[in-house]
């Protein structure tokens, strides 16, 4: 039974950085998909940042945090990252970590995932 568990979440000014984590558990193995998507209130679950875990392609990040977020994986801890720089008010939202053992990173398609995080919550004040 895979597993995804979210930390790293938080209150921070606008400006600030945050990093979130997300540890996968159980049955997944070799190349796999990873994302972070969010959701704030009122508006429909939109796509972060994701990575395919066995590489052979870049990340690949929505338009709105494009420069400022980081994704990166690591495959011995089984552990997602999002490193969050710059953060503004707008990035204030329920984080959640998802996989998917077949994916095209680039749709952020949520169809696509499986596998899904409790969710963490992020709040940029400003």
């Known amino acids: 039974q895979v597993q995804l568990v979210e930390s790293g979440g938080g209150s921070v000014q606008a400006g600030g950085s945050l990093r979130l984590s997300c540890t996968a558990s159980?049955?997944?193995?070799?190349?796999?998909?990873m994302g972070w998507f969010r959701q704030a209130p009122g508006k429909e679950r939109e796509g972060v940042a994701a990575?395919?875990?066995?590489?052979?392609?870049?990340?690949y990040y929505s338009d709105s945090v494009k420069g400022r977020f980081t994704v990166s994986h690591d495959n011995a801890e089984k552990v997602l990252y999002l490193n969050m720089n710059t953060l503004q008010p707008e990035d204030t939202a329920t984080y959640y970590c998802?996989?998917?053992?077949?994916?095209?990173?680039?749709?952020?398609?949520?169809?696509?995932?499986?596998?899904w995080g409790q969710g963490t919550q992020v709040t940029v004040s400003s």
């Open positions: 998802a996989a998917a053992r077949q994916c095209l990173i680039w749709t952020f398609d949520a169809r696509e995932y499986e596998y």
């Open positions: 159980g049955g997944l193995y070799g190349n796999f998909c």
């Open positions: 990575i395919y875990t066995g590489g052979g392609h870049n990340p």
